[in-house]
């Protein structure tokens, strides 16, 4: 039997897709981040005892975090894997690599269902895109709960295209428990959905009551905690309408402009809102952004590359001019993505931001490979050149993101725990006291994470030792903060910082870079 040539082609950049995010994944990035370390330590906790490591027997909702509640779901989903591989980096970013690969595969399911038949080829060049994207590529190798939810979100709205509201409306819900950008998202995209399939929907009443019951009953804990300390404390963090910034300047106008009614209209509080949250808007499509350097975080981005490729941009151009004239109903629904999915993001601090904006690269990558296929079937040597480039920037950065952001952003990775836990376990019995600097964060999590501790050690004294923010800054002998002036015998001091006449320097702890971040001292 013949084989379909899509499908081959399909195939083969699946086998990319995954060797691209599969390979070295425990060791690029070079350490895993601390809320990597408190996901993976959280599902080890539910695994071995079916409660997080601070007792509470599996969360629904959210897990609590360090002054944060972070959403359930992908808590859950790392267990299998950290059954499967044990306590370690990969096994925390093995679900995120996993679910970043099929984000592949059902783009390119989602859009041939979107697109006429003779367009299917922009399907199969979106889903190479996706593929080598340094957006998608970077995202998919953290434990970042962003990328599961990303995938929800594709997988439901391949149902949804499909007809089957019942798997749709389930997948869109779970992404609400993946992510909390996809809280704002979901509702949103369902809204929309349904306002350019209204004609259909109304046919199928039934089941679109059916399918808007389930969605209200599985989202039903999530409306519970809308007045609980989850929600609140995430939104104080985040929201930009926590920021009093806007009042501030809110009040000056009106005081300038003579504190008349009329001056109160003009300047209130509420338009220097709408003002911040359409410039954090913005944010999201300036050049920079995209095609330059990407997120100013190095966690999200190699700093030297943009979120998607340069070349991208003009593709882009293209493609939305090509695909509103070859397939309308097709161009509105990307279109109706693509004005979504910065939304959540605008709503908080710290824009662009690439996480809370993922669901952004699907319609650029779709637009972009439009742009290729029109290319393709009007001027073959531009679109040759095209694809040159395209080889070239991939390849750039691929070399960028392998041989020097390892070494270059170790320390944003917090690098050196695993030596510093390392020599604490080979030499816990020779001291008393043990006292680890805070400076790099979360040490705490960091020394269960890498000593495999167990989780009811660590359940039992919850209520038993100060924290700040929900981080132990005590176990057992060891104390997680500054020493007390006067040190007993038999003590060890990690700090960040070399300290002169300090006991015997027992060790020194370098990142990638060569530079010192721990310094032990052993006090006799």
Not at 21 to 33: C, D, H, I, T
Not at 349 to 356: C, G, I, N, V, W
Request: charged residues 10%; hydrophobic residues 50%; positive net charge.
């Amino acid at each position: 039997m013949a084989i379909n040539k899509t499908t081959v082609q399909i195939v083969a950049v699946i086998l990319l897709a995954a060797a691209l995010r599969f390979m070295a994944l425990g060791l690029n990035p070079p350490s895993p981040y601390w809320e990597e370390a408190a996901l993976g330590y959280d599902a080890y906790s539910i695994l071995k005892t079916g409660k997080d490591f601070h007792g509470n027997a599996f969360p629904l909702t959210a897990f609590e975090s360090f002054g944060d509640y972070k959403p359930s779901l992908y808590f859950y989903a790392a267990v299998p894997s950290v059954a499967a591989f044990g306590l370690n980096t990969f096994a925390v970013r093995f679900p995120s690599a996993f679910f970043g690969t099929l984000s592949v595969l059902f783009l390119f399911l989602l859009l041939k269902t979107i697109l006429p038949k003779k367009l299917e080829l922009i399907a199969t060049l979106a889903a190479l895109f996706l593929a080598i994207s340094p957006w998608h590529i970077l995202i998919s190798r953290v434990g970042f709960e962003a990328n599961l939810g990303l995938f929800l979100l594709i997988f439901g709205a391949w149902f949804w295209q499909k007809r089957l509201l019942i798997p749709a409306v389930t997948s869109l819900v779970a992404a609400m428990y993946a992510y909390h950008a996809n809280r704002v998202l979901v509702p949103l995209l369902g809204i929309g959905w349904g306002f350019l399939n209204w004609r259909r929907l109304l046919k199928l009443w039934q089941l679109s009551l059916t399918a808007v019951i389930v969605a209200v009953i599985l989202v039903l804990p999530l409306l519970v905690k809308l007045n609980t300390s989850e929600i609140k404390q995430r939104f104080y963090e985040t929201s930009a309408f926590s920021d009093l910034a806007p009042i501030i300047k809110s009040n000056l106008l009106i005081s300038e402009d003579g504190g008349s009614v009329i001056a109160k209209l003009r300047h209130h509080r509420y338009w220097q809102y709408l003002g911040l949250a359409v410039a954090n808007y913005a944010d999201h499509f300036s050049a920079q952004f995209l095609f330059l350097s990407g997120d100013n975080n190095p966690r999200h981005s190699i700093q030297t590359s943009g979120q998607l490729y340069l070349i991208f941009l003009p593709a882009i151009l293209l493609g939305g001019w090509y695909l509103y004239g070859a397939s309308k109903p097709a161009f509105n629904w990307l279109l109706l993505w693509l004005v979504l999915s910065p939304i959540p993001a605008a709503l908080t601090k710290a824009t662009p931001h690439a996480l809370r904006s993922l669901p952004l690269v699907l319609p650029m990558i779709a637009l972009a490979a439009a742009g290729l296929v029109y290319l393709m079937g009007k001027r073959r040597l531009v679109a040759m050149g095209v694809a040159l480039i395209l080889l070239f920037e991939f390849g750039r950065f691929w070399y960028s993101y392998q041989r020097q952001y390892p070494i270059n952003y170790s320390g944003q990775w917090q690098y050196g725990y695993q030596e510093l836990v390392s020599f604490i376990n080979d030499h816990y019995d020779q001291y008393d006291q043990i006292y680890v600097t805070r400076a790099l964060g979360r040490p705490s999590i960091y020394y269960w994470f890498y000593s495999k501790t167990d989780p009811n050690l660590v359940q039992a004294a919850n209520s038993l030792v100060p924290k700040d923010q929900g981080e132990y800054l005590a176990f057992d002998k060891l104390t997680f903060g500054n020493p007390p002036a006067q040190l007993s015998p038999r003590s060890l001091v990690v700090s960040a910082l070399p300290l002169n006449n300090y006991g015997n320097l027992v060790l020194t702890v370098n990142d990638l870079s060569n530079q010192p971040v721990f310094y032990a001292y052993e006090i006799k």
